[in-house]
């Protein structure tokens, strides 16, 4: 057995503990099922401990897994007693998370620890309803600008007992349909805890004659068939009933053709899943732009645009020794210029740079991530063209 480093008073106290309570008559602990329990998640962004609970019977270890900003001390010992979990100060604006993984004797179990970002304690509020400029400086925005004829939107949800942000958007009164949603996106978000609820609803953040109301679907109009297309789509929400929910309400759908919806829009939905399913987080803006002059119907009679193209602007956080990107972040847009592309088509023939899609667009993505990582580097994530980067493909 290795011996003990030289541990901080609060690692000494806790040593003390596991010591006091290894130490018996000898007689064998019952087996118990092993658990994790850390006192204070998320963390403030500050640097800081506490303690971490371990309950578990006879000798354990503790590993930590995609991120290095947190350790335990000791990481391994016998029976059920609490140790030190230390991390270290988040500068980044948006929170990050390890997971910890406890292997005994019987059994093993893992938890998501978070540490909220820089920005939380100011950036975090309840739902945005009608903002002239995004008030929140969350890494997955791209520029609000005042004046634009838009207005900012955002929701929340609960997610393992805390309230976390969900989705933004903003609105076009006009064409009643949003010109953008962004979320950020983590596998556990996508982790199947209810079916998909095809629970249409109103928006509770916009009155019902400023929204399109699709709890039927949309009336033909002059359009031809359109289905409603998820701007944030709902296998990204499959935690909980209420997050699915949300992804139905009218203002994240777009009058979508039905072909290119549960086509290659479908594998780009899914290729953003398996993207997050490598990275630590990914933010995404997805979007839509263009008019095709046709309009649909919704429940009220009221005219909804149909969009001529969609893109999906992706930020990948956390990706290691990769040798590509640049401080932990990595980007890639994957836009169609129309609807009229088989699913066969490979996705990497319609990406490009993050600077290609906003010069293309006229918009500004990710514009907060120069505040976490420098302008030189965010511009390094901005510039890379991800056709020539495997990872993504």
């Not at 003390?16 to 309570?21: E, M, P, T, Y």
């Not at 520029?143 to 929340?156: K, N, P, Q, V």
């Not at 040798?323 to 890639?332: D, H, I, R, V």
Request: overall charge negative; aromatic content about 12%.
């Amino acid at each position: 057995m290795k011996p003990f480093a030289r541990l901080p008073l609060l690692s000494a106290l806790a040593l003390v503990s596991a010591l006091a309570v290894s130490c018996g008559n000898g007689e064998e602990q019952p087996a118990v099922p092993p658990a994790l329990h850390v006192r204070t998640n998320p963390a403030p962004n500050k640097a800081g401990s506490q303690f971490l609970d371990v309950t578990a019977s006879g000798d354990w270890t503790i590993s930590i897994s995609e991120g290095t900003w947190a350790t335990v001390s000791p990481d391994y010992g016998s029976g059920s007693v609490s140790v030190v979990l230390q991390y270290e100060e988040n500068r980044d604006p948006a929170s990050r998370r390890v997971v910890l993984t406890l292997v005994a004797r019987n059994g093993e179990v893992s938890v998501e620890f978070s540490q909220d970002g820089s920005s939380s304690t100011p950036s975090d509020p309840g739902p945005i309803a009608g903002a002239d400029v995004a008030p929140v400086k969350w890494l997955e925005l791209p520029e609000t600008l005042a004046g634009d004829g838009l207005e900012f939107f955002s929701h929340r949800m609960d997610f393992e007992g805390k309230s976390v942000r969900n989705y933004s958007y903003d609105w076009n009164y006009d064409k009643l349909i949003a010109s953008w949603v962004a979320y950020p996106m983590i596998p556990a978000y996508a982790r199947k805890g209810t079916s998909r609820t095809d629970n249409w609803a109103l928006d509770p953040l916009l009155p019902r004659e400023k929204q399109s109301v699709t709890l039927t679907g949309f009336d033909k109009g002059n359009a031809g068939w359109y289905s409603r297309g998820h701007q944030l789509p709902s296998a990204d929400r499959l935690f909980s009933f209420a997050a699915n929910s949300s992804t139905f309400y009218g203002t994240n759908i777009t009058p979508q053709d039905n072909d290119f919806n549960g086509g290659i829009w479908a594998n780009l939905e899914m290729a953003v899943r398996s993207w997050a399913n490598k990275a630590d987080t990914v933010y995404v803006t997805t979007g839509c732009f263009g008019d095709t002059g046709y309009y649909v119907l919704d429940d009220d009679g009221k005219h909804v645009a149909v969009p001529q193209g969609y893109y999906k602007a992706v930020l990948c956080k956390t990706l290691g020794s990769s040798g590509f990107g640049a401080g932990g972040y990595a980007g890639c847009a994957v836009c169609f210029d129309d609807v009229n592309h088989s699913p066969s088509e490979s996705l990497k023939n319609f990406a490009m740079s993050i600077d290609d899609l906003e010069k293309k667009l006229g918009m500004n993505f990710f514009v907060n991530l120069p505040d976490a990582i420098g302008k030189e580097k965010a511009d390094q994530v901005e510039a890379e063209n991800p056709q020539t980067v495997s990872w993504w493909w």
